[in-house]
């Protein structure tokens, strides 16, 4: 039943602890970048962060955002190119914070970015310390081809989900497609179950 | 755009191989006859899996190769320390069975109906998705006019050289070659900077349409040059492989 490909061992080099490493996906130490377009360079005191909820808008500035409470975490990140990477440490706001302060609650957010990228996830999904508005990277600044000055980060979601150059949350009643999503991509991106198409 | 989705589930078939075509010593392009393909867009790619005999699994994406209407291919070049490309490379024969589905992407396409012409600029197996891209153009006699700016390490490294070049008047295709060219070359012998792209690619005013593929560090450099000669970052698309990617 099950196809065999002839000749093929596979070099298995790094298995890996089973239990981290999502079905389809291989541990690699480097950190590949994938993106649509050019990076973009906001300056920083052009930069804000904004909860949307209908005409409400929270915004904060750079050092306003950095004021805020922040944690540094160790994660697991899953690309659905395939490639995942294990212990990545983060510095960032919990999501938690940045909502609370707002005051902001509906079932899904559509995270909005720099460049005109999107992503959809729901809200359950981006809070009870599961997501971060992330700035830091490995004890430095997160690099401009990484999502800096600041990504979402949420890292129980294939990678695309942790939106690069994220300039905001905007919280919606359903849950809208983003940019990848409406090119054929996952709506939810579960690594876990190689949710990496619609259909999956 | 959101309507140029196909949103429909990806299921898993087996392909047989058809031909391999060696394209340089560490690429090769695979020929595949795919049961049921729903046809392709210039650009898309598709997952490649391979399964051991004992279940072990890897997966890779791939780029596909050919134009829309022709037999699926894919070109692979050879990691030394990949998994599964030196599999594809070295391994597989005319008449394997490969699994694979798709195609997947709608945003690294072109569909050669837009007027504004089009630059691709392709670092080493980057130029993968962009050949089909040219291979659409001339196939659909598409009035597109095309530049094609194609960084290499050496003259050997090319992969599709003899198709690319003989285009025709209608793609110019531009080298560069970064580690060594033969003595008399004629055409560039450096990385591409923003002093080359100025010269290479279309003019802003003339409102074309970008496509960049290659290496994170080479594509990073190109899209920023084009920013700053003053294309729109919305018309400058692009896809990268990292040092360790699979493609």
């Given amino acids: 039943m099950s196809f065999i490909s002839r000749g093929f061992k596979g070099r298995r080099r790094d298995p890996g602890d089973p239990g981290r490493v999502p079905p389809g996906q291989y541990v690699t130490d480097d950190f590949p970048v994938l993106s649509a377009g050019p990076t973009p360079h906001t300056p920083l005191d052009e930069w804000t962060f904004s909860i949307v909820e209908g005409d409400e808008r929270t915004t904060w500035t750079w050092d306003e955002l950095r004021a805020l409470p922040s944690e540094t975490v160790n994660v697991d990140i899953h690309c659905v190119t395939r490639w995942s990477k294990l212990d990545t440490t983060w510095e960032g706001v919990s999501v938690d914070t940045l909502l609370e302060e707002a005051g902001a609650e509906a079932p899904y957010v559509l995270a909005f970015c720099d460049g005109g990228y999107t992503t959809n996830l729901p809200t359950e999904d981006v809070t009870g310390g599961k997501a971060w508005v992330a700035f830091g990277y490995d004890g430095e600044p997160l690099d401009p081809e990484h999502g800096g000055p600041a990504r979402l980060l949420v890292p129980h979601l294939y990678f695309w989900k942790s939106a690069k150059w994220v300039r905001g949350l905007a919280l919606r009643e359903d849950d809208e497609p983003g940019f990848w999503e409406t090119y054929g991509y996952h709506l939810y991106g579960d690594p876990w179950r190689e949710q990496r198409y619609s259909g999956d | ?247």
Avoid at chain 2, 25 to 37: A, E, Y
Avoid at chain 2, 78 to 105: F, H, K
Avoid at chain 2, 115 to 128: E, F, H, N, R, T
């Fill in chain 2, 1 to 247: 755009m959101a309507g140029a989705a196909v949103l429909r589930r990806l299921t898993w078939v087996v392909a047989t191989v058809e031909e391999v075509v060696e394209e340089t010593p560490r690429v090769r392009t695979i020929v595949l006859d795919v049961p049921d393909w729903t046809g392709h867009r210039a650009g898309q790619h598709l997952d490649v899996r391979l399964t051991a005999e004992d279940g072990y699994r890897a997966e890779r994406e791939y780029s596909i190769a050919s134009a829309p209407g022709e037999p699926v291919a894919i070109t692979v070049e050879r990691l030394e320390d990949g998994e599964v490309s030196p599999y594809l490379t070295q391994e597989l024969r005319v008449g394997d069975g490969i699994e694979l589905r798709g195609p997947v992407g709608g945003y690294f396409v072109w569909d050669g109906e837009d007027a504004a012409p089009l630059l691709l600029v392709a670092g080493g197996s980057g130029v993968v998705p962009l050949r089909s891209m040219v291979r659409h153009h001339q196939r659909s006699g598409s009035a597109t006019r095309v530049r094609l700016l194609y960084s290499s390490r050496t003259l050997d490294d090319v992969i599709y050289r003899m198709e690319l070049d003989e285009t025709g008047e209608r793609v110019e295709v531009v080298y560069t070659l970064t580690r060594d060219h033969p003595a008399g070359w004629r055409g560039y012998a450096r990385r591409v900077d923003p002093d080359l792209l100025a010269e290479v690619a279309w003019p802003v005013d003339d409102g074309a349409r970008a496509f960049v593929c290659g290496p994170t560090s080479f594509v990073e450099a190109v899209a920023m040059s084009l920013v700053e000669l003053g294309y729109a970052p919305a018309r400058v698309k692009t896809e990268r492989f990292g040092a360790t990617g699979g493609r």
